[in-house]
């Protein structure tokens, strides 16, 4: 096994609710949500997993992260998306223990220096919960995404 044993039990179908964040909308339009479902599936003994999730913004959308791990506690990545990072697959590295995946990678800004995204899986009781941070080239992060699941009947 090389991604954590609570990753590799949140195995199946997921539904909740996605809470989007877009602070450059007008005050009263920056926050959306969204029914959102996520499916689980580890692959290859558990050395990975693929997170496949829909929401609703602007249509039905849907995303795919790819988690891969080491027995050291190493994790990367990749993010994909149909609403912003369809063009390319958003490269993940980061960490993994007991209580969270932890993963960020750089996109490309035309113009601007590169911004920062962050993603962070973790259990909270029976909730799965998946935070996405949008982080400025100044290191300043802020919410992007808040998804939150409970187990499909």
């Known amino acids: ?58 249509g039905p959308q849907e995303g795919t992260l790819l988690v891969c791990g080491n027995e050291e506690g190493r994790a990367t990545g990749g993010w994909c998306d149909s609403w912003h990072q369809n063009a390319s697959v958003l490269t993940l590295d980061g960490t993994w223990d007991d209580e969270a995946v932890r993963l960020e990678g750089r996109y490309a800004v035309p113009g601007h220096p590169d911004w920062g995204w962050r993603i962070a899986l973790r259990l909270e009781g029976d909730e799965l919960v998946v935070a996405m941070e949008n982080v400025s080239p100044e290191g300043e992060a802020e919410p992007a995404v808040e998804a939150r699941y409970r187990r499909a009947n």
């Open 1 to 58: 096994m090389a991604i954590p044993t609570w990753l590799l039990g949140a195995q199946g179908d997921w539904v909740g609710r996605s809470r989007l964040f877009m602070s450059w909308l007008p005050e009263g339009e920056r926050v959306r949500d969204s029914d959102s479902t996520l499916a689980v599936r580890p692959h290859l003994g558990g050395h990975f997993a693929t997170l496949d999730t829909t929401w609703h913004e602007d």
